[in-house]
């Protein structure tokens, strides 16, 4: 198959769109947080947060998918342990420093305001190992604590439910969206590196084909975003599609009016279902994302402008995971004292700050760095 390089504007463009996708969050989570701008909040606008995950996911099948394509054309040898490690790096460096982050976060706010934290039962050891194991509302963990009704006047199911159920840890709500997206990762990664690439499949390879499976199948029509696999799957097809065309043979002119008319659909749908999660607003979606790559392919900034947007996308990731809890300190302490639209201000920035600290750190600095370490004693291992 054909490999698809995306330029440089192109590779900008989907930075941009990842940045102000974190950013839509963050915005999303503030105004509910600080009960402001009523008419962007349901019932009267759909969740802004909900429409940027799910701008996540159609980025994230895209460019994972590209990503794949493009080591294996560079590396000869590339391998499933290899991409394990470029998902590791990415996924747990960030990761792991936000977990500590909101133990933090939710220690302070435990201790100004304990009366009024709601996230008593997600705040312990057992929910951070859950978590670290990608266990957020796993399936098999979800079903036996929520939908076994009959089972639940027995006393080993109530021990189950209590020892085995996993949410996100504390009050990082979000967290929830990073173990989906994990093991679909994962799943992804093992099938084309594993099941596809090689012919003669063991039982063994089958078994943890379908163990990883365990939580793309369930979400493809259902859990919490009714279809998150789905969405990211178009991402998938987007790809296919470049990787197919490599580009599309129409007028820039006719490029931006499709996407006119396809935001204008995706609007129209969106009014009616008022969900940010529904497939044929995500497909509609998808179209623009589609278009608009190849419409931005050419596109030329100022080295200035190119830094700031690289710089913001690249703490993007942690600024998702770690603002939720800022904003619920700064709640629980101020919300009495501060007029809404301040907090609110005040909660955005200062999410944005710390996430830029913490990104610097973490996102830019040590993912190279520890996925480097891994992948050469990855080496040293299959040397022997």
């Known amino acids: 198959m054909k490999n698809y390089k995306l330029t440089e504007g192109s590779s900008l463009y989907l930075d941009l769109l990842r940045s102000i996708s974190a950013q839509l969050v963050v915005v999303g989570h503030g105004i509910s947080f600080c009960n402001i701008f009523i008419y962007l909040q349901k019932p009267h606008f759909p969740w802004i947060q909900n429409i940027a995950v799910l701008i996540f996911f159609l980025l994230s099948g895209f460019l994972i998918s590209y990503s794949i394509t493009n080591r294996l054309a560079r ?22 420093p936000a977990i500590l982050l909101v133990f933090i976060v939710d220690s302070i706010c435990i201790a100004i305001a304990p009366e009024q934290y709601e996230f008593t039962e997600a705040f312990n ?66 099938f084309i590196l594993k099941i596809m690439r090689y012919k003669g499949l063991s039982a ?109 996308a690249n703490y993007s990731y942690t600024l998702y995971l770690i603002h939720y809890s800022i904003y619920i300190l700064l ?23 710390i996430a830029a600290i913490v990104g610097y750190f973490t996102e830019m600095k040590a993912t190279k760095l520890i996925r480097n370490k891994l992948r050469t004693y990855y080496s040293r291992l299959h040397a022997f």
């Not at 998938?236 to 006119?260: D, E, G, M, T, W």
């Open 75 to 96: 590396e000869e040898n590339y391998s499933f342990g290899l991409y394990f490690i470029d998902r590791f790096s990415r996924i747990y460096t960030a990761f792991l």
């Open 125 to 190: 050891l057992k929910t951070v190992i859950g978590n670290i194991f990608m266990l957020q509302d796993y399936p098999v963990f979800k079903f036996m604590s929520g939908n076994v009704a009959i089972l639940q006047d027995f006393s080993f199911y109530k021990a189950f439910e209590s020892n085995f159920s996993i949410t996100s840890f504390g009050s990082a709500r979000p967290f929830w969206t990073l173990a989906i997206e994990w093991w679909i990762y994962i799943w992804f990664g093992y």
């Open 331 to 353: 709640v629980k302490i101020f919300s009495d004292d501060i007029d809404p639209y301040i907090l609110f201000s005040f909660g955005f920035m200062a999410s944005n700050l």
């Open 204 to 312: 063994i390879n089958i078994f943890i084909f379908l163990f990883l499976s365990i939580v793309p199948g369930y979400n493809i029509i259902a859990g919490r975003g009714h279809g998150l696999t789905t969405f990211w799957l178009f991402g998938v097809l987007i790809f296919l599609l470049f990787q197919k065309r490599q580009r599309i043979n129409v007028s820039n002119y006719h490029k931006a009016f499709i996407i006119i008319f396809l935001l204008i659909l995706a609007c129209i749908r969106i009014s009616i279902v008022m969900n940010g999660f529904d497939p044929i607003f995500a497909f509609l979606i998808a179209g623009c994302l589609f278009i608009s790559i190849d419409l931005f392919s050419g596109i030329e900034v100022s080295k200035t402008a190119t830094k700031i947007i690289r710089f913001s």
